[in-house]
């Protein structure tokens, strides 16, 4: 499979953005699904993930509540809808993808093998 994301922004403190991350390949239902942030000098962080039927997700605390990451297996589609963001969501946004069948939360960059490419977020105070 591979990731295509998309919608990324400026918007101001407060506002509301969604991000969208497009898959190709015919077994998108296969993959655990999860966005990760990255700013300048410091290391991928975990946002959130999505399981493969869409039903179950986990997201960190510094966005939940705020976040929310639905998908489309459909239209091999995950979203990420952002509100109520605030300057520290400033990041560059990753999609990335884990073939998995395994209920447990993977955190961590190296466990995923596909990613888009990213899409840059800024909100300004």
């Known amino acids: 499979v591979q990731l295509q994301a998309s919608g990324g922004g400026l918007v101001q403190a407060g506002g509301s953005l969604r991000i969208s991350c497009v898959a190709s390949g015919r077994t998108f239902g296969d993959y655990r699904v999860a966005w990760f942030r990255q700013v300048p000098g410091k290391e991928r962080e975990f946002v959130g993930q999505i399981n493969n039927n869409g039903d179950s997700t986990y997201y960190v605390d510094a966005v939940k509540g705020r976040f929310t990451i639905s998908r489309d297996n459909v239209n091999k589609t995950v979203h990420l809808q952002m509100n109520s963001l605030k300057p520290e969501d400033t990041a560059v946004y990753y999609c990335?993808?884990?073939?998995?069948?395994?209920?447990?939360?993977?955190?961590?960059?190296?466990?995923?093998?596909?990613w888009g490419q990213g899409t840059q977020v800024t909100v300004s105070s």
């Open positions: 990335a993808a884990r073939w998995s069948t395994t209920a447990a939360v993977a955190m961590f960059a190296s466990q995923y093998s596909v």
